[in-house]
C-alpha cells in the first residue's frame, strides 16, 4: 500500500470511529489496529488523534458546504429552497458516518469546522438571495440575513432530526419544510406586528 492509500485507509477508517464513538471515545490505538498497522503509522501521518479529526472533519465540511452551495446556483427562490433542504437531506442519508462526525460536540471542533459554521456559511449565501428577492417585492431587505437565519436553522434542525425519526421520507420531509418556508415567505407582512406587545 502506498503512502497515499495508507493515508486514505487511516482517514476511512478514523471517520468512521469518529463517528460512532466520537472524539474522545476514539484511540489511536483503535485506529491503528483496524487498519492493521503499527501506531507510529498514524503518528507519521497525522501528527496524532487531533490531526486525523481535523483531516476528517475539513472534509466533511468541505463535502456538505459543495452540495448545498451546488444546490444554490440557479432557479426560482422557492426551488432554490427545496433544492438546498434536498442537498443537505441527501448528505445527512448518503453520507451518515460524515454527518454523525459533524454534529457530534468536540472539544477540538473549532467554529471553523462544525456543522453550525457549515449552516452560518449556507445562511450568509442564502441571505443574498433573499435580499435581492425582499427588494424586488417590496420588503425591507435589511431583513434578509434574520430570515436567511431562520430558515438555514430551521432545515439544519429538522436535518439533525430526521435520521432518527420513524417515517417520514426524505422527499416528504423536504416537501414539508418547503411548505412552511416558502407559504410563510410568500405572505409576508411588509410591517410585521406583535399582537401581545407592543412594537417600539
Known sequence: MSATQRR?????????????RGFEATSVEEV???????????????GGKEGL?????????RALLDR????????????????????????????PHGFRVLVRQSPLLQQAGSFSSVMSDVAHRVEHI?????ASRGL?????????QALVGMVALVGQWWPE??????????AQLVN????????LEARPTLLTREMP
Open 68 to 95: 448545498i452551495v451546488a444546490a444554490l446556483t440557479a432557479g426560482h427562490p422557492r426551488e432554490l429552497l427545496e433544492q438546498a433542504a434536498l442537498a443537505l437531506l441527501d448528505y445527512i442519508e448518503e453520507e
Open 53 to 61: 479529526y481535523a483531516v476528517v472533519v475539513d472534509r466533511e465540511v
Open 180 to 187: 412552511l418556508a416558502w407559504n410563510g415567505l410568500s405572505h
Open 165 to 174: 425519526a420513524p417515517g417520514p421520507r426524505k422527499e416528504e420531509v423536504a
Open 8 to 20: 486514505e485507509q487511516l482517514i476511512t477508517i478514523g471517520r468512521r470511529l469518529f463517528a460512532e
Open 140 to 148: 425591507e431587505p435589511g431583513f434578509a440575513e434574520l430570515y436567511s
Open 32 to 46: 491503528a489496529t483496524r487498519a492493521e498497522v503499527s501506531k507510529p503509522v498514524v503518528y507519521e501521518h497525522f
Open 130 to 134: 433573499l435580499g435581492a428577492e425582499f
